[in-house]
């Protein structure tokens, strides 16, 4: 039962700054990376908060839209400083990413054109695919604990992958399917967690009770949710009116704040319905930036899911009225961060204080189990789509009835690519290197593979 509203830190707040500042510096290799620096640093080496209440902020965050690393950082800021606590561990957690992608994002646009860049960024690109797959073997060893399990993945990269179906319709069916299955397999409700508590840990130096808690108050639910719709969308209302409605900055404002209620899974998973709208429906970029938007997002900290920024940059400098191109990347690139990493905000003020009580409720962790699983199918369904535009120059699309699967031309493939790539994953799965550096090896074999072809 939660406790009357406590306001007091629990840890120094100036400690707790510090803390996240160190961690945003840190949080390189998508969610799984992030999630990895938090647990570090907050569970095991501070010991501000113990293995089973991170593991339920966690837990909620995989339920919510958006970019759940992100999620976490706001949900342990709160409970270890009240909301100054998470706003401060949300925005830090962000900040740095966001200043330095803007600036390679400009840097890709001013030079990408030039047979140097084009060469650095064919071997970033190949890398990629190599660090999705890399993503997919880690969620899926840690999800997939059941045949059940497996179905569900399989289904979900067949829906998606074949069938097109609208990627909020896979994960609500399988959230459902996840609540039924633990009815009546109960082991199911712990498969999806993200670890347990390991025998012989030393305890956390911060109580469970002592951590901050608001009474579940739905009149405090309502202001909140009503103060963050507002914060929300007066950017996009702006753009609007002074850009007009049909302008691109109107466009991605609206585009990227209804994706951010209705993608799930973090980035990995929504990348793929990003991609697939700013690619074929917008023509924002093309899959080739997407592909090389991506590899920039994972040389900066923070969530992959700004590669949105990068995306927002590129569609507004090609259509920049009525500002000139270079204004327009920058502002289009800080509306689009504005509108997708607000509603995190907002999710987890309103909802912390009513989930905090359901620590232990077999329901929810059953439809976790559902959606983590979904998301192994959704991650491979994004690992066959930026293999295929990385490896290969051309593709074609076979349609066989309601079926329209797109497959790669092989007389096109590229064989650097297809090398670099190769190299990436022995990096990674063999001699275990950080993304980072092998993105550095792999942008320095782009280069000289370039420089073979121009001699």
Known sequence: MARADDHRDVVPFRSAVRAWFGISLQTFGGPAGQIAVMQHAMVDERRWI?????LHALNFCMLLPGP???QLAIYVGWLLNGRRGGMVAGVLFVLPGMAALLVLSALYVGLGDTAVVSALFTGLGAAVVAIVVQALVRVAGRAL???????????????????????PIVIAVAAGLGWLAARRIPALAGAGSHGAQRSGEAPALVADDALHAESASTARAVRTLGLGIVV?????AAAAVLTGPGSVYTSQGLFFAGTALVTFGGAYAVLAFVAQQAVQTYGWVTAGDMVRGLALAETTPGPLIMVVQFVAFLGAYADPAPLSPWTAGVVASLLVTWVTF????VFVFVGAPFIEPLRHNRALAGALTGVTAAVVGVIAALAVYFAVATLFARTRTVEIGPLAITLPDLASIRPASVAIALVAAVLLFAARWSVLRVLGVCAALGLAAGLVVRV
């Open 232 to 236: 929300w969308t007066v950017p996009i």
């Open 50 to 54: 113990s293995q089973q209440r991170f």
């Open 342 to 345: 607000v509603p995190s905000f």
């Open 68 to 70: 759940e690393a992100h």
């Open 145 to 167: 604990t059941h045949p059940l399990l497996v179905g569900v993945a399989v289904a979900a990269f067949v829906a998606l992958t074949v069938f097109g179906v609208p990627f």
